[in-house]
């Protein structure tokens, strides 16, 4: 039973993947939906990460993770290099937790 | 020409490390609790092998424990189904011959299309997408098989801060890419749509709303084209981009309803 519960997530996982990449070079797009694409894709990722940076399991996440997360978006916007966002972010949340702020 | 790129690929090797080496904790936490909750060792190997998405993995070893091995599929799927867009999006960013398209499909996250998509398209996007995509299934794997082999050892990833590295790294890579203007207002209603609709929908059905934002330019602007903004439907981002990885999944979606065993960052991968 597990192995069907693994097969089944991975085939299926793997069809969402793959169709779109294969579908990306049947479908004739006109110039319009070209352009949406990577929109979309904005809008998806920018969805991810905000709902990562402030919920967990459907519900508020706490200060310390989106503190941290606030702390390497303007390192970002001030165009810090990339690792030091990740590992200010990191710690700012590690640093709050080990304070006592959940 | 190949100094300009090995330049650009250490760059990014370096940004790519940076969330591989979460990845690495986070997969250790995973192959850990999954253990803990009683699943096989070689169960636990296949999962991050063959389904390569952390939040669905996390969701399903507490769905699978709490004895519901069908929430544990259709959650998951549910929770992977953004996969469909990216791969459009990303289109031949994976390679112009089948079997790179077909290996490439599998390698495919949050981290690596946010990595791709914030470069211009053509062989640079490439070589990101695959240099991501390698690097951090690499880190995956290679962090549960430590957190198989540790077991309790393995510390708490919330402890180091890791739940909100992977947030912050996903929108390190989609900054620039909000110079557009139609792209900042449509990333940012679909972010609100996400965040206000989480506490209330199942896991992966915000994420999946906030495509209703692409109407948010076709409101305002009636026209306004914003085709002098967007160069050509190529990059999300701007080419001058330090192109920051971010490992698939990484930007853990909250694995709701996902059960007791998950704790931050598990989105990841």
Redesign the interface.
């Known amino acids: 039973?597990?192995?069907?519960?693994?097969l089944?997530?991975?085939v299926?996982?793997?069809g969402?993947?793959?169709?779109?990449?294969?579908?990306?070079?049947r479908l004739q797009l006109p110039?319009w939906a070209?352009?949406?694409?990577?929109?979309?894709?904005?809008?998806?990722?920018?969805?991810?990460?905000?709902?990562?940076?402030?919920?967990?399991?459907?519900?508020f996440?706490g200060y310390?993770?989106?503190?941290?997360?606030l702390?390497?978006?303007l390192?970002?916007?001030r165009r810090a290099?990339?690792?030091l966002?990740?590992?200010?972010?990191?710690?700012?949340?590690?640093?709050?937790?080990l304070l006592g702020v959940a | 020409m190949r100094t300009a790129y090995r330049t650009a690929d250490r760059a990014m090797l370096r940004d790519v490390a940076a969330i591989g080496a979460a990845m690495v904790a986070v997969g250790a936490s995973f192959g850990a609790v999954a253990v803990a909750a009683g699943l096989p060792v070689w169960a636990t190997l296949a999962m991050s092998v063959f389904l390569y998405a952390g939040g669905a993995q996390f969701m399903a070893v507490g769905l699978v424990a709490a004895g519901s091995p069908v929430a544990a599929v259709l959650a998951g799927l549910l929770l992977n189904a953004r996969h469909l867009p990216f791969g459009l999006a990303l289109g031949g960013a994976l390679g112009r011959r089948r079997w790179q398209r077909l290996l490439g499909s599998h390698l495919m996250t949050d981290e690596a299309t946010a990595f791709a998509l914030a470069r211009p398209a053509g062989p640079g996007r490439r070589r990101a997408f695959w240099l991501a995509g390698a690097l951090l299934f690499l880190a995956w794997n290679a962090g549960t098989l430590l957190g198989v082999l540790a077991g309790g050892a393995v510390g708490d990833p919330a402890a180091l801060g890791l739940d909100a590295a992977f947030p912050a790294g996903l929108a390190a890579l989609l900054l620039p890419s909000l110079r557009d203007r139609d792209t900042r207002r449509v990333a940012l209603a679909g972010a609100g749509l996400a965040v206000l609709a989480t506490p209330v929908l199942p896991a992966g059905v915000p994420v999946l709303l906030a495509l209703a934002a692409l109407i948010v330019p076709a409101l305002r602007g009636r026209g306004a084209s914003s085709a002098d903004q967007v160069p050509d439907g190529t990059a999300v981002a701007g080419p001058e981009q330090h192109g920051p990885p971010g490992p698939d999944g990484a930007a853990p979606d909250p694995a709701h309803h996902a059960g007791p065993v998950v704790r931050a960052g598990e989105a990841s991968c």
């Open positions: 039973m597990l192995i069907a519960v693994i089944a997530l991975a299926g996982t793997y969402f993947r793959v169709a779109g990449v294969l579908l990306r070079d110039e070209r352009h949406l694409l990577p929109v979309a894709a904005a809008a998806l990722l920018a969805a991810l990460a905000a709902t990562a940076a402030l919920t967990e399991a459907g519900r996440a310390a993770r989106p503190a941290g997360v702390v390497g978006l390192l970002a916007w290099p990339f690792v966002v990740v590992v200010a972010a990191a710690s700012t949340t590690a640093l709050l937790r």
